[in-house]
């Protein structure tokens, strides 16, 4: 049995969104738990599909004493300020003196966060904490697929564990994974640390192209695995960054670990060879809201067509606020069609003070991200109302418990919305449940997500069609204004080469 310390501290920055992470943006609610401290995380964690609860259920079962110090996690948005990232850093190394003494250290972190006065957060979060454990201690991470992995990262701890599937629905696994990993260290005291390896990928991937669920990603997950049985091989990760994050180490890392340094190269090398062969495969094509609303008009399926409205998925630091998808399906005509989650707090409000079965002028959406579509002016009928408050049943959120806020089913003509206070993405179907709108019953979604709503969605649609209207969430690399890329990276699969201004 060996004492270990376990922490979290999440965040996915999208530097060209127009919102901020603020400290009281960790420690609220929303899709996922609030700033959980001390033995909450062990009493709260367990159960959910997160990644600190994969490693809490294994490391239990390995009988090993854990001793939380805090985990918290704030939806994707604009940079951490740098309030936000220094109060959290206080709080975990008050933490890690008062646990004293301890045998390593496993943090469950994202791998995509920017600061204010960062443009590396995890890095130098892990500079940080191996600075104060010293060089021999482990130190074991997690990750989100995608992470943008840094070699700061990567020189400072022994291992990075990072999720296989997009959507994510093996977070808790992946933190079980890394848990044996750890534990793999710890049973021989004294031992080398694994000899690792890692390589970066010369372009950068669309979101909707990193989706494990379709080829190429697939294939390339598999061969990890696969890999993994090799003699020698320990871990491998793939992780396909998050492309609108204007830093230098922004896009695709592979990482391996080995019994020596022989298998780390070969092992990440065999992948980086594969997702080179495959680099043009990782495009995807995109229709305008106009064209997909046409399309899912003219279908006569008996199941869903389900929009993806990918450029304003809060999952990806957007505002969920844009009406361009909305807008084309009401001016269209179209009939048992939903939108969601759009946020506005606002109208969300004074469909409450009217009551259910009301008929409000609203101006709905447009007032976060005033780049795209203005306000969708209209009439709207209420149809339902919550408090934002139910729990998710899709793989995806599993067991998590979403504080929204005000919540209102809207409807206008064939058309209808359901409105939140605050941001979640549509990648559960109770989000529309729990406002006794049943999703399978639409002949049209629109939903608010990028491909994690794949995991819930796509046994009852009929297609899936990736739509590109107005959002924060730019899905194409190769449109987005960086400025402090490293010089040369492809800026799409086959794309031109990154050059900075003035070069």
């Known amino acids: 049995m060996s004492r270990i310390v376990i922490a979290g501290f999440l965040h996915e920055t999208n530097t060209f969104a127009p919102q901020k992470a603020e400290w009281d943006d960790f420690v609220r609610a929303e ?16 159960g959910k599909n997160i990644a600190i609860a994969g490693f809490i259920e294994e490391a239990r079962a390995m009988a090993h004493e854990l001793l ?35 045998d390593a250290v496993y943090l469950d972190l994202h791998g995509a966060m920017v600061c204010e006065h960062l443009e590396d957060g995890e890095g130098e979060f892990l500079r940080r904490v191996r600075e104060h454990l010293g060089p021999d201690m482990p130190l074991v991470v997690s990750l989100d697929l995608h992470s943008n992995t840094t070699r700061t990262m990567f020189d400072n701890c022994d291992g990075l564990i990072a999720y296989r599937t997009y959507p994510h629905i093996d977070m808790a696994e992946t933190g079980g994974r890394a848990a044996h990993y750890l534990n793999a260290i710890l049973a021989t005291p004294g031992a080398a640390l694994p000899a690792k390896a890692h390589r970066a990928i010369p372009f950068l991937m669309p979101l909707t192209g990193q989706c494990t669920m379709a080829e190429p990603a697939k294939g390339t997950y598999a061969r990890l695995a696969a890999l993994e049985t090799e003699d020698g091989v320990r871990s491998i990760s793939f992780t396909p960054g998050f492309p609108p994050a204007d830093i230098w180490d922004c896009g695709p890392v592979v990482v391996a670990y080995g019994d020596d340094q022989a298998a780390a190269d070969r092992a990440a090398d065999a992948v980086y060879d594969g997702i080179m062969a495959e680099e043009a495969a990782f495009q995807v094509p995109r229709l305008s809201p106009d064209a997909a609303v046409a399309q899912a008009i003219a279908s006569n399926a008996h199941k869903p067509y389900v ?57 709905l959406g447009g007032k976060i991200y005033t780049d795209g579509d203005p306000p969708f002016k209209g009439r709207f009928k209420v149809l339902a109302l919550s408090d934002g408050r139910f729990t998710c049943t899709g793989p995806f959120y599993k067991g998590a418990t979403p504080n929204l806020g005000p919540m209102a089913w809207l ?14 993405q549509a990648a559960d179907k109770e989000i529309f449940r729990h406002l006794g709108c049943d999703p399978e019953k639409q002949k049209i979604l629109g939903l608010k ?26 899905d194409r690399p190769e449109s987005l204004p960086y400025e402090n890329l490293r010089p040369g990276v492809r800026l799409c699969p086959g794309g031109q080469e990154f050059a900075p201004s003035g070069a």
């Open 449 to 474: 997500s990028s491909v994690h709503f794949r995991a819930d969605f796509t046994d009852i649609a009929e297609q899936i069609l990736v739509v590109e209207a107005p959002g924060a969430s730019i």
């Open 307 to 363: 929009l993806a409205d990918v450029q304003d998925n809060c999952g990806a630091g957007a505002t969920s606020d844009t009406t361009g998808l909305l807008r084309s399906l009401v001016e269209q005509g179209a009939d048992g069609a939903v939108v969601g989650a759009l946020v506005d707090a606002e109208v969300a409000a004074q469909a409450h003070a009217a009551g259910q079965g009301a008929e409000i002028d609203v101006a």
């Open 68 to 102: 939380p110090i805090a985990w918290c996690f704030a939806i994707p948005s604009a940079h951490v300020t740098q309030h936000a990232f220094e109060t959290y850093m206080t709080l975990f190394f008050e933490g890690l003196d008062a646990a004293a003494p301890f």
């Open 31 to 46: 899709s996922f738990p609030g700033l959980t401290v001390g033995e909450d995380i062990l009493n709260d964690m367990p």
């Open 411 to 424: 409807g206008i003509g064939g058309v209808s919305v359901v409105v939140s206070s605050h941001r979640m």
